[in-house]
């Protein structure tokens, strides 16, 4: 019963071919129009130009560095436990809305980009004035244009707290055309971006590769170097008081070589005191300084960049030939339905509507 629907299937496929190709004329004016249509899309959609680049960051663990340094941070009483790690909150897995959140976006408004004919311009005015827009997209900017009162502000002016619809359509449109992909196996960061104009494409790709780069570096040291400006200032204050003290200590001991009073003396002990307790100090800010650079250099991440950014020879659109085709395609469907179905349906609608 199976095998005897699947021949009248098949059957009814190839007289369905035979009913069409004996219109062949019908045929040729269908897939003609349709071409033409096709050829109009395909010339009217902007080419589309997809930069890739490759990043390997290294993954955080526990501080080995910092189980080197443990025998001299006891020497100052200091206690670094390598046992319990800190763990980031930024990590691989979230870099992709790192990259789309509006605050990263906003950063790059002012990336100054150049495009194919050399001309040199912000990117945020690259989108807003390079931006190819097919015809059919036209009537919805002048109602938009027509009803949209704001003023132009330009990405000069950016409000984080409160963006422009402009603003926030170019936001929109830039979260649309990067994107960030994480290998949860390797760590791998695969950044692509895509814009109309290759050297566009190549250029943004590769400052979204820095800024991320910077945006982690920044995050991972901030604690660290917050420690080193803090142990920097005590550093500084007590190596400028020991100095102050052997000073002291060295005029008074010189203007009493020849004093046998046991008053002067007595000063003389008292600045020496304090002196070497200045210098104790000073000793111990050293050390904790060096300790807490030590650990911002730990705490420095590295990258690997396995693939750089490089001009897109070849669109990564859809190929415009492909499209036209499948318009022809498209128009030998309807030209099978008409034949099939629907000449037979109006031809019955035109009878009624006569009688």
């Known amino acids: 019963m199976e095998e005897s629907n699947k021949k009248n299937y098949e059957i009814d496929i190839i007289g369905i071919a035979k009913r069409v190709l004996v219109e062949w004329k019908l045929l040729l004016k269908f897939v003609g129009v349709a071409a033409v249509f096709g050829v109009i ?44 790690s800190s763990i980031d909150a930024i990590y691989p897995e979230i ?3 790192v990259i789309a959140s509006s605050g990263f976006i906003i950063d790059l408004f002012d990336v100054n980009v150049r495009l194919k004919d050399n001309t040199e311009k912000t990117y945020y005015d690259h989108i807003i004035k390079d931006e190819k827009v097919p015809f059919w997209s036209w009537p919805m900017i002048w109602i938009t244009k027509l009803f949209d009162s704001e003023k132009k502000s ?3 002016l950016v409000d984080h707290f409160c963006l422009t619809k402009e603003q926030s359509s170019v936001c929109t449109l830039f979260r649309s055309r990067v994107s960030c992909i994480v290998d949860k196996k390797t760590s791998v960061i695969s950044i692509s971006f895509e814009d109309n104009d ?17 945006y982690i570096i920044q995050y991972r040291t901030k604690k660290s170097r917050i420690d080193v400006s803090y ?55 050293t050390k904790q300084l060096n300790i807490a650079r030590a650990k911002l250099q730990e705490r420095m991440p590295a990258f690997s960049v396995i693939q750089e950014a490089s001009i897109p020879l ?8 492909l499209m036209v085709i499948g318009y022809m395609i498209l128009g030998a469907i309807l030209c099978a339905l008409w034949i099939m179905y629907l000449r037979e349906a109006v031809n019955k609608l035109k009878a009624k509507h006569h009688k």
């Open 41 to 84: 899309i395909a010339l009217n959609t902007p080419k589309s130009y997809t930069t890739n680049v490759l990043l390997a960051p290294e993954v955080s663990g526990a501080g080995s560095m910092l189980d080197n340094l443990s025998d001299l941070a006891s020497m100052v009483g200091v206690n670094f436990n390598s046992n319990n």
């Open 95 to 97: 870099y992709p809305d």
């Open 154 to 156: 330009g990405a000069q």
């Open 198 to 214: 290759p050297v566009v494409s190549a250029i943004m790709a590769d400052t979204i590769l820095s800024r991320l780069q910077q």
């Open 231 to 285: 142990y920097e200032k005590l550093f500084n204050t007590a190596k400028q008081e020991y100095e102050e003290a052997r000073r002291k200590y060295a005029k008074t001991a010189d203007a009493s070589t020849n004093v046998v009073m046991a008053s002067y003396q007595s000063k003389v002990d008292e600045l020496e005191n304090d002196m070497q307790l200045k210098y104790s100090v000073y000793q111990q800010m």
């Open 314 to 321: 070849k669109a990564s659109s859809f190929p415009r030939s």
